[in-house]
Structure formats: structure tokens, C-alpha cells
């Protein structure tokens, strides 16, 4: 995804903890996962905006957490964003190639994984998306 940040001059900052992480899950399925949650942020991000990735443990779950700068989600269309086919209507709509179904996907593998996806506000003024797993199952 390198590359596509860079030709959107979109400036991505990650930081994860300096030992490797173990988490058991299906690879392909964590990929799309990951895929669908970076095409969001590429598709939605304002030119010359961030994204940032960080990557924690916590006592028995890892904490994945993808902010990014504006455009943001209004307050109450957050917790609607997992809902398949929901789109919101403003700058984060369909003229931007959104069918709605990315971030229902993205929620049917991480509840298939035993974790947790959430939506909130990002201090960089756009979407934040908190992922939870647990390190075993």
C-alpha cells in the first residue's frame, strides 16, 4: 500500500512494539482485513492527510487501532458503519466507489476471529477503527 499513500499523498505513521506478536488466525482472512480497512482510509482520507497504525498488547488481546485525518463520520453514523450495505451520504459516499459492504466484511472476519471491531472519532479528525483479538482461542 506504500505506494498507493504515497500517490495520494497521504503520509502513513506506523508503530508497533519491537518483538514479533502472536496471534492465531487465518493469514488470508487478516489480509483482506487489513485490505479493506487501508482502501477505506486511501479512499476517504483528503489528499495530503494521515493515517496512522498502532499495533499493542494487552494482557491477553491484541489492539490494532487505524486512524485517520479528515474527512470524519458524524457522531451518529458510527455505530451504522458495520451495517452492510450503509453508506453515508456525504464525503465519505459511493462517488468515492463505496458499496457499503467493507466495513461489514471487516466485521464478520474479526467476529470470526473472537474479537471486537469499533468505530470512534480520531484525534487526526477523520475515522478511527479499534480492532481486539485474543492471543489464543
Given at each position: 500500500f506504500r505506494d498507493k499513500f504515497s500517490a495520494h499523498r497521504l503520509t502513513v505513521e506506523?508503530?508497533?512494539?519491537?518483538?514479533?506478536?502472536?496471534?492465531?488466525?487465518?493469514?488470508?482472512?487478516?489480509?483482506?482485513?487489513?485490505?479493506?480497512?487501508?482502501?477505506?482510509?486511501?479512499?476517504?482520507?483528503?489528499?495530503?492527510?494521515?493515517?496512522?497504525?498502532?499495533?499493542?498488547?494487552?494482557?491477553?488481546?491484541?489492539?490494532?487501532r487505524l486512524q485517520d485525518s479528515a474527512p470524519g463520520v458524524p457522531e451518529d453514523a458510527l455505530g451504522r458503519l458495520f451495517e452492510r450495505l450503509f453508506r453515508l451520504e456525504d464525503s465519505r459516499n459511493r462517488a468515492h466507489g463505496g458499496a457499503?459492504?467493507?466495513?461489514?466484511?471487516?466485521?464478520?472476519?474479526?467476529?470470526?476471529?473472537?474479537?471486537?471491531?469499533?468505530?470512534?472519532?480520531?484525534?487526526?479528525?477523520?475515522l478511527e477503527i479499534t480492532l481486539s483479538f485474543p492471543k489464543t482461542r
Amino acid at each position: 500500500f506504500r505506494d498507493k499513500f504515497s500517490a495520494h499523498r497521504l503520509t502513513v505513521e506506523y508503530h508497533a512494539p519491537n518483538q514479533p506478536l502472536t496471534l492465531f488466525a487465518d493469514p488470508k482472512r487478516l489480509r483482506q482485513l487489513l485490505a479493506n480497512l487501508l482502501n477505506n482510509s486511501l479512499r476517504y482520507t483528503d489528499p495530503g492527510g494521515r493515517v496512522r497504525i498502532d499495533l499493542t498488547e494487552e494482557a491477553d488481546h491484541l489492539l490494532l487501532r487505524l486512524q485517520d485525518s479528515a474527512p470524519g463520520v458524524p457522531e451518529d453514523a458510527l455505530g451504522r458503519l458495520f451495517e452492510r450495505l450503509f453508506r453515508l451520504e456525504d464525503s465519505r459516499n459511493r462517488a468515492h466507489g463505496g458499496a457499503g459492504l467493507g466495513l461489514a466484511i471487516c466485521k464478520s472476519i474479526v467476529e470470526a476471529h473472537d474479537g471486537t471491531i469499533s468505530a470512534g472519532t480520531s484525534a487526526l479528525g477523520g475515522l478511527e477503527i479499534t480492532l481486539s483479538f485474543p492471543k489464543t482461542r
